[in-house]
């Protein structure tokens, strides 16, 4: 098991608490610790929407908690009922997030009895918002996630998958079973990897020229994720149609498969880019030259496709099929060219930037 930054601030935050609570003399610690746990969030911004919304709902809770309490006394039952009415308050006012603690909050009150119960009411919840300060503290101060970084090595992985899987799937080497499994497990990553741009998305900056370099980088990383799903779906369609693939003439065959190298070159260069390891120009490399330009490989498919229509006695050949595995072609391909235009733009205005994503991939 993976022992993460979350999982080691959420202990420190639950310590934190813990301390500060009893520092400030609360007859009941506990409640900071558990409030810490519901309190941490994997970014700062949530930290901070939490901490918004963990008030609003603790205040509710609380309040119900005293209200039930001068109205039907300690009972179970008013218990019961209390949390019935703080749910649908809760959900009303759309804190769904912070339903959880402001339940807690509301039971802990409820539970304490005695002529003080105002003091020790406001006692408990004053504890409960220790908790939740205590893990925003923690979760500001010690390892500030770093999703950009995390984001650019979790795509640059997948996409190196990717790439190997259709290179193998092109020629007919990969085994059918084998690839199943594989595009099953890519498309989990890719939601994974659409997590952490969400979570990265919400550390926008908001100040200065701060702002301009976050919401270009948001831009060239949304189409970096688009080409990564294209990229997902030619593997797929060479997966569903590998049969068809396999009954093509030999030159059609040769035509995608190197159509194929093309593009997946181009994209392993833009990679090397956006980590400012080529130049800020449009991608090329040696060799190039050799391969069909896109308007040429089309023809060459439409007059195919016309030909084998005409005879009517070829029945090997499937323009269907062809015709959607092109079309996913044709759709990587634009996406990459989009991918390029935007790395570019964003290498113009900012390469100091990229060299600090240079320096921080090596660092990881």
């Not at 919304?53 to 005293?66: F, P, R």
């Not at 006394?73 to 019935?84: C, F, Q």
């Not at 939601?191 to 200065?208: C, V």
């Amino acid at each position: 098991m993976k022992l993460g930054a979350r999982i080691l601030k959420t202990g420190l935050a639950i310590i934190t608490a813990l301390y500060v609570a009893k520092a400030l003399h609360c007859p009941t610690p506990i409640f900071a610790g558990i409030a810490a746990i519901f309190a941490m969030q994997p970014s700062l911004y949530r930290s901070y929407r939490t901490i918004i919304e963990q008030i609003q709902g603790n205040i509710i809770g609380a309040v119900i908690a005293v209200l039930f309490v001068f109205i039907f006394g300690h009972e179970y039952v008013a218990v019961g009922l209390a949390a019935i009415v703080t749910l649908s308050l809760m959900i009303r006012l759309k804190l769904e997030s912070s339903i959880s603690l402001a339940l807690v909050t509301m039971i802990v009150i409820m539970e304490a009895q005695g002529a003080n119960f105002i003091t020790f009411a406001l006692i408990r919840f004053a504890t409960v918002m220790v908790g939740v300060f205590a893990a925003f503290i923690v979760n500001l101060i010690f390892l500030p996630p770093r999703y950009e970084t995390r984001l650019f090595s979790a795509i640059n992985i997948v996409q190196d998958d990717i790439i190997r899987w259709i290179r193998l799937a092109v020629r007919q080497a990969s085994e059918h079973s084998s690839t199943k499994q594989s595009l099953r497990g890519l498309k989990q990553r890719y939601e994974r990897i659409n997590s952490l741009y969400y979570l990265f998305r919400e550390e926008r900056a908001h100040i200065g020229k701060s702002k301009y370099i976050k919401a270009r980088k948001l831009v060239v990383y949304r189409q970096m994720i688009a080409t990564t799903l294209k990229s997902i779906e030619v593997l797929n369609r060479l997966h569903l149609h590998e049969n068809e693939i396999a009954n093509l003439p030999e030159r059609f065959r040769i035509i995608i498969q190197e159509r194929l190298d093309y593009l997946l070159t181009y994209h392993e260069q833009l990679f090397l880019k956006y980590s400012g390891k080529l130049k800020s120009e449009p991608t090329t490399w040696v060799g190039q030259e050799e391969y069909l330009q896109r308007n040429e490989v089309m023809d060459i498919f439409a007059k195919h496709i016309v030909f084998a229509h005409a005879d009517e006695g070829d029945e090997e050949f499937s323009s269907y099929h062809l015709l959607h595995i092109l079309s996913r072609i044709l759709d990587y391909e634009e996406n990459l060219e989009q991918l390029d235009t935007i790395i570019m733009a964003y290498q113009n205005h900012h390469a100091d930037e990229l060299l600090k994503v240079e320096l921080d991939n090596r660092i990881e």
